[in-house]
């Protein structure tokens, strides 16, 4: 099974940027479709974006669409999410979630088979 750890959280201002990554072991990304998930206090999680590696397809969700941007560094084998342009309302709890059955990047919702532990983006002025 694959094992997934995100990083690159932290506090940023509105209308700044940050960049999360999602490092994988155990297994390559290229087996799965893969997924940026966020939950914000008290809210269930939601889907970010995902990415299909069996069609090549991407999602966002109309929130962050024109904003946000998933990409895969396979030589890493590492998922990225950039962020710009953040609003305060995106500040939650982003998580990075994997599934080897899924095909459709469109099926971004919480019912991945493997997940990272989360890491915090707070934006705040």
């Known amino acids: 099974q694959v094992q997934l750890v995100e990083s690159g959280g932290g506090l940023v201002q509105p209308g700044g940027s940050l960049r999360l990554s999602c490092e994988a072991s155990g297994d390559t990304l290229d087996h799965y479709t893969i997924g940026w998930f966020r939950q914000a206090p008290g809210k269930g999680r939601e889907g970010v974006s995902c990415?299909?590696?069996?069609?090549?397809?991407?999602y966002y969700a109309d929130s962050v669409k024109g904003r946000f941007t998933i990409s895969r560094d396979n030589a890493k084998n590492t998922v990225y999410l950039q962020m710009n342009s953040l609003k305060s309302e995106d500040t939650a709890v982003y998580y990075c979630?994997?599934?080897?059955?899924?095909?459709?990047?469109?099926?971004?919702?919480?019912?991945?088979?493997?997940w990272g532990q989360g890491t915090q983006v707070t934006v705040s002025s």
């Open positions: 979630a994997a599934d080897g059955t899924i095909t459709a990047a469109e099926v971004c919702v919480p019912v991945y088979s493997y």
């Open positions: 990415f299909s590696s069996h069609d090549g397809s991407t």
